[in-house]
């Protein structure tokens, strides 16, 4: 039996396509989605319990922690966890300790987006020991044609080595097309001389959005923002410099839409929209101080922003359980509350390529301490292995009627996140 655990937009066509090839499949996503022929777990655990094969599609290095922390007691030995998210190498080795003992662990992200997805045409990157790899690979060849890369953390890493060229091809293009236009070349012209260039298949990859904006999101900026900064280092390079024209266009509400998107956006905003992403980085070396309000949580009132980065470290701003309506989640609810402070954290770490683990104190207020203990077990399916330095103090109310909780954290960021 094979365990798939997420099914988003590439996900769910993956988990359809294991059904369509004779495999036994059950399958999670946090929010139940039905994928015909395969059987629905209501958590994790439940999900992976007896599958030789564990696969997980997941957002981020934060999400996939917390989802496989989940998973673990689950987990049986002889098992293998293949991890096809863009992680990074770094957070793949992290999850080695999530893992209980004789669980192999495969690291395989995916070239290619949606359609690939559904038709079976994805190149997999897969790293891993050789004994692993040859236990999955049979179900691999399902989603595309596998490359095996190396060892443990090869795949993720060459993931995000490919990445770093083709994602900023892509915004170096978008840049050229709103500067042509701003100083009168002839749009269709100029796409017509570049595609008999070696950009030419990119061009072509690319035009339909040039012309008619973007279509259906195939692979979101949001995600190709995450990405560039899960591959920046610290040396000033063209995937980093992507990586804030992008992270300026989720900022501007983008997230979800096609990394096409790039193209209307930098359009739009011509040198005002890139003397902004400029500024954020001018703004480091002024003050050593970043604003920080990532498009992946509800916009704040304005009064402040969701975190700073001063240097290596970041201050998140206390996380309440508030919809982007400003209604309470799970009210007199303390378990529901701090699942979503929790997610809402996590989301903010990773916009900075952080997860938990990077997390150097955190601090809660509670307005009854006897809920302590419904907190503290969230808490710990998050923050795993030695826990950082800790405040927790009893507050009379937060601001606002029905909140139970309220955390905010300090995180050492990863040497080389831009």
């Given amino acids: 039996m094979i365990s798939f655990l997420g099914l988003g937009r590439m996900g769910a066509l993956m988990a359809r396509r294991l059904v369509a090839a004779g495999h036994e499949v059950t399958v999670w996503n946090r929010t139940p989605r039905v994928v015909e022929g395969a059987t629905a777990a209501t958590s994790p655990a439940t999900a992976v319990a007896g599958a030789e094969l564990v696969i997980t599609m997941l957002s981020d290095p934060a999400v996939v922690r917390r989802v496989l922390s989940d998973a673990a007691p689950g987990l049986r030995a002889g098992t293998v966890v293949v991890e096809m998210s863009t992680i990074g190498p770094e957070a793949v080795a992290g999850l080695r300790d999530l893992l209980p003992p004789g669980v192999g662990l495969v690291d395989a992200p995916v070239l290619g987006s949606v ?22 690979r049979k179900a691999l060849e399902v989603f595309g044609r596998v490359r095996e890369v190396g060892g443990p953390g090869a795949g993720a890493a060459m ?9 900023p091809a892509q915004v170096l293009l978008a840049e050229t097309v709103a ?3 701003a100083t009168g070349v002839d749009t269709g012209t100029l796409l017509d001389v570049l595609g008999g260039t070696p950009l030419g298949a990119l061009v072509e990859r690319v035009r339909p959005a040039v012309e008619n ?11 190709a923002a995450k990405d560039m900064a899960l591959a920046a280092h610290g040396t000033r390079t063209l995937a980093a410099a ?12 983008l997230g979800d839409a096609d990394l096409t998107a790039i193209f209307a956006y930098l359009t739009a905003t011509g040198p005002a929209g890139a003397a902004r992403d400029t500024e954020r980085s001018d703004r480091r070396g002024r003050t050593g101080v970043e604003r920080i309000n990532p498009a992946t949580v509800p916009a704040t009132n304005g009064r402040y922003s969701h975190a700073t980065r001063a240097g290596d470290l970041l201050f998140v701003s206390g996380q309440v359980a508030m919809d982007g309506e400003g209604k309470v989640v799970g009210e007199e609810d303390m378990t529901r509350q701090s699942e979503y402070v929790m997610d809402r954290l996590s989301r903010v770490l990773a916009d900075q390529g952080c997860t938990f683990d990077d997390v150097t104190h955190i601090r809660t207020y509670l307005t009854d301490m006897s809920l302590l203990p419904e907190y503290a077990a969230v808490r710990g399916r998050h923050i795993t292995g030695e826990p950082p330095a800790s405040t927790t103090v009893e507050v009379s109310r937060l601001f606002s009627p029905g909140l139970l909780i309220e955390v905010d954290v300090v995180a050492a960021i990863p ?3 831009y």
């Fill in 242 to 253: 992507a990586g804030r024209r992008l992270a300026g266009a989720a900022a501007a509400g």
């Fill in 115 to 136: 359609g690939p997805a559904g038709d079976g045409t994805l190149t997999v990157l897969a790293g891993g020991l050789a004994q692993d790899l040859a236990h999955c």
């Fill in 179 to 181: 500067r042509a236009e």
């Fill in 159 to 167: 993931k995000l080595a490919v990445m770093s060229a083709l994602v």
């Fill in 415 to 417: 040497a080389g996140r």
């Fill in 213 to 223: 904006g973007p279509g259906e999101t195939r692979y979101a900026l949001g995600l």
